[in-house]
């Protein structure tokens, strides 16, 4: 009997093999369903998804997936649509039906009903010839080599294949449309994501009295009192014309006492950090994010057009903002 690892490493194998085999079948079929989709979108209809099993599951996913990023979408279930739910569909809108089998009969008994309405159908099966194939304006192929259930039964490689088809297949739509940043933003107004997309930096940032600025001839001694009365862990340091040459941490005091036992009575310009990373002011918040996500840092200074510093970005209030 193998081991819990080995089952998992075999799982792990299994899956990633199917979605190797499922890029290997994508073709021109799958340029002309993006086409269909965007052309669907352009004039004002939708993107139905329909699917039985753990293929509605996933195709409840791939539906939210598309609506999230700008792809109007919902899911018809297959049964609750012959009793009345088919009002969802008119004429112009294009259906995914999921099915890897292309023979799900409740799939199969909905199909005469849909083509009722002037809709396009388009199929993600593993059996191009198969009933729902035939009667679809275009197929996507999602064949895996097998089930990563040990007894090749239970969906598992096959609906992973289905979902990264899908994913794939929003992010196509997504840039084919010219989905931006901040269109992402105006669909997720709650949450880390679209705080972060939404705010600016300068939403975010400490100024005035919290923002401790220095001149570079200004002593180590007398900017760690700045640096006090701001209750902030770093200074940024300017030139004669206000602009940002350098910034001076608690950090740096602390590896420069180990070496330099006069380093309070050194003017700035001695110990500070050239060129510290900076943002500015009407960049968005998402940006500062990736910032501290990239680099080991923990104040950003935010600059003007004027490359003065008038504000400060404090890693720990980050997660009080809800960034994070």
Same mark, same amino acid.
């Given at each position: 009997?193998?081991?819990?690892?080995?089952?998992?490493?075999?799982?792990?194998?299994?899956?990633?093999?199917?979605?190797?085999?499922?890029?290997?079948?994508?073709?021109?079929?799958?340029?002309?369903?993006?086409?269909? /989709? +965007?052309?669907?979108?352009?004039?004002?209809?939708?993107?139905?998804?329909?699917?039985?099993?753990? @293929? &509605?599951? !996933? *195709? %409840?996913?791939?539906?939210?997936?598309?609506?999230?990023?700008?792809?109007?979408?919902?899911?018809?279930?297959?049964?609750?649509?012959?009793?009345?739910?088919?009002?969802?569909?008119?004429?112009?809108?294009?259906?995914?039906?999921?099915?890897?089998?292309?023979?799900?009969?409740?799939?199969?008994?909905?199909?005469?009903?849909?083509?009722?309405?002037?809709?396009?159908?388009?199929?993600?099966?593993?059996?191009?010839?198969?009933?729902?194939?035939?009667?679809?304006?275009?197929?996507?192929?999602?064949?895996?080599?097998?089930?990563?259930?040990?007894?090749?039964?239970?969906?598992?490689?096959?609906?992973?294949?289905?979902?990264?088809?899908?994913?794939?297949?929003?992010? /196509? +739509?997504?840039?084919?449309?010219?989905?931006?940043?901040?269109?992402?933003?105006?669909?997720?107004? @709650? &949450?880390? !994501? *679209? %705080?972060?997309?939404?705010?600016?930096?300068?939403?975010?940032?400490?100024?005035?009295?919290?923002?401790?600025?220095?001149?570079?001839?200004?002593?180590?001694?007398?900017?760690?009192?700045?640096?006090?009365?701001?209750?902030?862990?770093?200074?940024?340091?300017?030139?004669?014309?206000?602009?940002?040459?350098?910034?001076?941490?608690?950090?740096?005091?602390?590896?420069?006492?180990?070496?330099?036992?006069?380093?309070?009575?050194?003017?700035?310009?001695?110990?500070?950090?050239?060129?510290?990373?900076?943002?500015?002011?009407?960049?968005?918040?998402?940006?500062?994010?990736?910032?501290?996500?990239?680099?080991?840092?923990?104040?950003?200074?935010?600059?003007?057009?004027?490359?003065?510093?008038?504000?400060l970005v404090d890693s720990q209030d980050l997660p009080r903002l809800k960034l994070m």
């Amino acid at each position: 009997m193998a081991s819990h690892l080995q089952r998992a490493r075999d799982v792990f194998r299994t899956e990633i093999a199917a979605l190797r085999a499922v890029e290997r079948h994508l073709d021109e079929s799958f340029t002309k369903a993006v086409d269909l /989709a +965007v052309d669907t979108l352009v004039h004002h209809h939708k993107i139905i998804v329909v699917g039985i099993g753990k @293929s &509605g599951i !996933i *195709g %409840r996913k791939i539906a939210a997936t598309l609506s999230s990023t700008g792809s109007t979408a919902v899911v018809l279930d297959s049964v609750d649509a012959l009793h009345g739910d088919l009002g969802i569909v008119s004429d112009g809108d294009l259906v995914l039906a999921l099915s890897y089998s292309g023979e799900s009969e409740e799939l199969l008994n909905l199909l005469p009903a849909l083509r009722r309405f002037s809709i396009r159908i388009i199929a993600f099966t593993a059996a191009p010839r198969s009933t729902l194939a035939r009667h679809s304006d275009l197929t996507l192929n999602i064949a895996v080599p097998r089930e990563a259930c040990p007894f090749n039964l239970a969906p598992t490689s096959s609906t992973t294949a289905t979902l990264v088809l899908g994913d794939a297949f929003a992010m /196509a +739509v997504l840039d084919a449309r010219g989905f931006k940043q901040r269109d992402f933003a105006q669909r997720h107004p @709650s &949450g880390a !994501i *679209g %705080r972060a997309l939404l705010l600016r930096v300068s939403d975010i940032m400490r100024h005035g009295n919290r923002n401790p600025v220095a001149a570079e001839t200004l002593s180590v001694k007398e900017a760690l009192l700045a640096m006090t009365r701001a209750k902030s862990g770093s200074v940024s340091v300017v030139n004669k014309t206000g602009r940002l040459v350098g910034v001076f941490t608690d950090g740096d005091l602390r590896r420069r006492m180990a070496v330099d036992d006069d380093v309070l009575l050194r003017n700035l310009r001695q110990v500070m950090t050239r060129r510290p990373i900076s943002i500015r002011d009407d960049a968005l918040a998402v940006e500062a994010v990736r910032i501290f996500n990239e680099r080991n840092i923990d104040d950003l200074i935010v600059v003007n057009a004027r490359r003065e510093p008038i504000g400060l970005v404090d890693s720990q209030d980050l997660p009080r903002l809800k960034l994070m």
